[in-house]
């Protein structure tokens, strides 16, 4: 009975040795070991490893590619206009030794890269203006922020692959300022051209009056002359067939003052017999 409990303590024991003993490495991470805490070696192939127990201890550090996304900033340009930057970065640990002596935690990398990357970001953007983050230049300022960050961050252990530019915008404030004086730019520029419009307005109209005023003066003026070249030749026809038989004008004449005072809307005539107007009444026209 008694060796039997001691068999199984011992094999319990042993299983507990084993198991305290080995500990497995996956695909995507390394693992440093620990002995009596110094640092005594990497494991970067995965696998099942071996240690001492009670002795040895690992910790496994995450080898892929990791997202840094921090809040939003404002940052003041190079010709003092304020911009809101978000960026995000990626990164992964490159010496898990360096890493462990440095930061030791993910938070506290998170922390630090953050703070290395708003202080070259400061830095970069402190130094251009917004017309060229807006223009081609504006990946060789993330080139440059990338480079530093690279630079500030291999102290640290880690490796940063990228950092990029995911959002720059104006302030809200600013935005909503530099609406209101685009609008009013707007405003002023049309009432500039609703007045140039009106002074137009009156200078074609003002042209037209005058164009107008003389083209009546010139078609009255050549009226009066057609009028009076016609008047002149009727004249000088009527003159001419006067000419030719004044008796017979006479007779025209009388008829036409025949008609004109004997009408139905003619004044009363009293005349004797012997007046001249009722000369071709006595003795009819002449021969």
């Known amino acids: 009975m008694r060796f039997g409990i001691w068999i199984a303590a011992t094999a319990g024991l042993a299983g507990w040795l084993l198991t305290s003993s080995l500990y ?47 809040p939003a900033e404002q940052i003041i340009l190079g010709d003092q206009k304020r911009l809101e930057v978000e960026t995000y970065t990626r990164f992964r640990i490159r010496d898990p030794l360096l890493y462990h002596q440095t930061l030791r935690t993910l938070e506290q990398a998170r922390s630090q890269l953050s703070q290395i990357v708003s202080s070259s970001l400061r830095r970069e953007l402190g130094q251009v203006s917004l017309p060229v983050l807006l223009s081609e230049e504006r990946a060789a300022v993330t080139d440059r922020i990338r480079r530093e960050v690279t630079e500030k961050s291999d102290t640290l252990g880690l490796e940063v692959v990228d950092v990029r530019l995911r959002r720059a915008d104006l302030p809200a404030e600013t935005s909503q300022a530099i609406y209101d004086r685009m609008k009013s730019e707007r405003e002023r520029e049309a009432k500039e051209l609703r007045a140039q419009g009106f002074e137009w307005e009156q200078l074609i109209k003002s042209k037209a009056d005058r164009e107008r005023t003389v083209l009546l003066s010139e078609a009255q003026r050549q009226s009066r002359i057609t009028r009076g070249e016609a008047d002149a030749e009727a004249n000088r026809q009527f003159a001419e067939v006067v000419g030719n038989d004044p008796e017979f004008y006479k007779l025209y004449r009388s008829l036409q003052t025949y008609r004109q005072s004997l009408s139905d809307a003619a004044p009363t005539l009293v005349l004797t017999p012997e007046t001249d107007f009722l000369q071709f009444f006595r003795s009819g026209p002449p021969r």
């Open 24 to 70: 497995m490495v996956d695909e995507t991470q390394e693992a440093l070991l620990i002995r009596l805490g110094k640092p005594v070696g990497i494991e970067t192939a995965p696998g099942l490893k071996v240690k001492l127990p009670f002795v040895d201890t690992v910790v496994l550090y995450d080898k892929r590619l990791m997202p840094l996304e921090p």
